[in-house]
């Protein structure tokens, strides 16, 4: 089995890996606020769920090894970005904003129907998460609009006028406890397309890291995704 260590281990999505990482990963060693930044030489992948603000520290933890590294963590600035192509070019490293199959397969579709859908059809975003998310909007819905062209509003207020051909619209609901929903809609005359994928369970994030840990160990340094696992 993989040799892991999770980084970010008191976190929801950490503690869950930490559940489901028996019979599937070896877990080595966990890190959270605090802990003495140390990696074991045994360990062949770390895998983060933390926060932007602790990627200093998951830097100071990575440094001088050429160690996999699997990432879920959202809402990535540019001094993140810059410490993920710094990474990539000494150890393999597997991004992605949603871990889970379904999401991935939610692209494909939304790829497929845009190829399809002439300019007559609007389009609008909506994704729902829980009260305590802290980036708008998120990281998944900010992936899947990098398939759609178009100026991008993030809700509307007041008098915004008719709305424009060719724009895009995106809206974040915040509340309760949902796990992650994201709606896509395409808009036209007299008809409506809707796709959509509801997350029930947070597990799936975890199972979806789980398997990437397992296809990163071993591989070159560079950037891999979904679309390398899966695709």
Partial sequence: M??????GADGRMGRLIIEEAPGRLDLVQTFD??????????????IDFSLPSAWNSLNTLIAGTDVALVSGTT????????????????????????????????GKL?????????????????????R???????????SLLKIWDGDKVYGRHGNTGERETG?????????????????LHFL??????????????????????????????????GMYSMEDMLG
Avoid: C, Q
């Fill in 2 to 7: 993989t040799k892991v260590a999770v980084f």
């Fill in 33 to 46: 606020a605090g802990d003495e930044l140390t990696l074991s030489s045994s360990v062949e992948v770390v």
């Fill in 75 to 106: 809402g990535l600035g540019e001094s993140e970005r810059i410490l993920l192509n710094n990474w990539k070019t000494s150890r393999p490293v597997f991004y992605s904003s949603n871990m889970s199959v379904g999401i991935f397969v939610l």
């Fill in 110 to 130: 939304m790829e497929t129907a845009s190829d399809l859908l002439d300019d007559s059809f609007d389009r609008e975003l909506i994704e729902f998460h829980h």
């Fill in 132 to 142: 305590r998310k802290k980036d708008s909007p998120s990281g998944t819905a900010l």
């Fill in 167 to 183: 724009t895009v619209g995106v809206h974040a609901v915040r509340g309760g406890d949902v796990t992650g929903e994201h709606h």
């Fill in 188 to 221: 036209g005359e007299g008809e409506r397309l809707t796709i959509s994928h509801l997350a029930t369970d947070r597990r799936v994030f975890a199972l979806g890291a789980i398997r990437a840990a397992d296809f990163i160990a071993g591989k070159t340094p």
